[in-house]
């Protein structure tokens, strides 16, 4: 696990604790995608939110991330995480809320782009063949093929219990551009996933171009299960809670 130096950003990540940490899933996904993070964080003293998408439009997820946060105590930033097509939507979340974005082999849209456009221009993974449906309507991911599209890495039951989880997904919010791109103004980490068979790595590497920070895991598109402890170390960090170098464990190495 490799954390590159930080891109030059016009505002730096508050020293103080965040709210807590707001959890917004991808495409075909539930909120429920997020039950082992939610759980551990919760268990180490972090507050969670998790966001429940499937609103219709990019502008009506935004918002549902956005009643989430509410959901947080108190009035400080919060650490909004999105995985995948949730990227698009921790985007377009109002700067002055956020402590720190991180995108997990997710979308990092800037202004005017599309979450769909920019797979089209990446390089083609499994994700087109495994659409059943309508690209543009509704769609569902053949079973046959959503276990090694997402979920690679994980044992026999665990990769059936997570599929068995995901939902229609109306596309059309997939085609709507970003119209603000709150990574400009705070401090972001990119996690590369490696072992991507839905979000190409090439396309993930550009998009770490533009974050303040990245990693990379050696990691299926469903990291936040695959590599739920580093999901859960980089959150709980984030937050404000003491780091591996506060508490006397070796942490990510900066190069």
Same mark, same amino acid.
């Given at each position: 696990?490799?954390?590159?130096?930080?891109?030059?950003?016009?505002?730096?990540?508050?020293?103080?604790?965040?709210?807590?940490?707001?959890?917004?899933?991808?495409?075909?996904?539930?909120?429920?995608?997020?039950?082992?993070?939610?759980?551990?964080?919760?268990?180490?003293?972090?507050? #969670?939110?998790?966001?429940?998408?499937?609103?219709?439009?990019?502008?009506?997820?935004?918002?549902?991330?956005?009643?989430?946060?509410?959901?947080?105590?108190?009035?400080?930033?919060? #650490?909004?995480?999105?995985?995948?097509?949730?990227?698009? #939507?921790?985007?377009?979340?109002?700067?002055?809320?956020?402590?720190?974005?991180?995108?997990?082999?997710?979308?990092?849209?800037?202004?005017?782009?599309?979450?769909?456009?920019?797979?089209?221009?990446?390089?083609?993974?499994?994700?087109?063949?495994?659409?059943?449906?309508?690209?543009?309507?509704?769609?569902?991911?053949?079973?046959?093929?959503?276990?090694?599209?997402?979920?690679?890495?994980?044992?026999?039951?665990?990769?059936?219990?997570?599929?068995?989880?995901?939902?229609?997904?109306?596309?059309?919010?997939?085609?709507?551009?970003?119209?603000?791109?709150?990574?400009?103004?705070?401090?972001?980490?990119?996690?590369?996933?490696?072992?991507?068979?839905?979000?190409?790595?090439?396309?993930?590497?550009?998009?770490?171009?533009?974050?303040?920070?990245?990693?990379?895991?050696?990691?299926?598109?469903?990291?936040?299960?695959?590599?739920?402890?580093?999901? #859960?170390?980089?959150?709980?960090?984030?937050?404000?809670?003491?780091?591996?170098?506060?508490?006397?464990?070796?942490?990510?190495?900066?190069?």
């Amino acid at each position: 696990m490799t954390l590159t130096p930080p891109r030059p950003s016009s505002t730096a990540t508050s020293a103080r604790a965040s709210r807590g940490v707001l959890l917004v899933h991808g495409a075909w996904h539930t909120g429920h995608a997020w039950d082992g993070v939610a759980a551990e964080l919760r268990a180490r003293g972090v507050a #969670v939110a998790v966001a429940e998408l499937h609103r219709g439009s990019l502008a009506a997820d935004i918002a549902a991330a956005e009643a989430a946060l509410d959901q947080l105590p108190g009035d400080a930033t919060a #650490v909004a995480c999105g995985h995948s097509y949730g990227g698009a #939507v921790v985007t377009g979340l109002p700067p002055h809320r956020i402590d720190h974005l991180v995108y997990l082999a997710a979308m990092m849209p800037d202004h005017g782009e599309t979450a769909l456009g920019l797979l089209a221009g990446a390089p083609p993974t499994d994700l087109a063949t495994s659409m059943i449906g309508d690209p543009a309507g509704t769609t569902t991911i053949d079973p046959e093929a959503a276990g090694r599209l997402f979920h690679a890495q994980l044992g026999e039951a665990e990769r059936a219990r997570h599929t068995a989880a995901l939902v229609p997904q109306l596309m059309a919010p997939g085609h709507h551009p970003t119209t603000g791109a709150a990574w400009h103004l705070r401090p972001s980490t990119y996690v590369i996933c490696t072992e991507d068979r839905t979000m190409h790595p090439d396309l993930q590497r550009h998009f770490a171009t533009r974050a303040t920070h990245t990693l990379v895991w050696p990691s299926d598109h469903g990291a936040f299960a695959s590599h739920e402890a580093e999901t #859960v170390d980089l959150l709980h960090r984030l937050a404000g809670r003491p780091t591996p170098e506060e508490t006397g464990n070796e942490g990510p190495t900066a190069v």
